[in-house]
């Protein structure tokens, strides 16, 4: 049984297999206890969700450029998602830290939900 009368400030990890249930517990979690869901798939279908709502500005003079409105992060990712691969190593340990250090992560406290990664590395080097 889950104690609801945990303070704000917890963080949870949830691992194990695919298919194991761990975003399920993990989004079952947030909402009894109140948390962020952390996970790298929620921030690449933001991501897309993001591309797939934007529009570049209408007064742009012919051959200029939009703006910069992804961040080096979600460019680099979206190019890799371009390509049919997915964010390297490196990519999902910027994006979990950028989740976590978040404002509301860092207030409300976290599940972070480790659905993706290496399969050649140990959890726990995943993890760090």
């Known amino acids: 049984m889950i104690d609801a009368a945990w303070t704000s400030a917890h963080r949870i990890l949830v691992i194990g297999k695919p298919r194991s249930g761990k975003t399920t517990l993990a989004k079952n979690l947030c909402v009894k206890l109140d948390l962020v869901h ?20 209408e007064d742009l003079e012919e051959g200029q450029e939009p703006p910069k409105w992804l961040s080096d992060l ?11 691969g997915g964010p390297s190593d490196e990519q999902v340990i910027e994006i979990l830290r950028q ?19 290496n399969r050649d590395q140990s959890w726990a080097s995943t993890i760090r």
């Open 99 to 117: 989740q976590i250090q978040s404002p509301k992560a860092q207030l409300k406290g976290y599940v972070l939900d480790l659905s993706y990664y």
């Open 38 to 57: 952390i996970n790298v798939e929620n921030w690449i279908n933001d991501l897309l969700a993001k591309i797939k709502a934007y529009e570049p500005p």
């Open 74 to 84: 979600e460019e680099n990712v979206s190019q890799s998602l371009l390509q049919g």
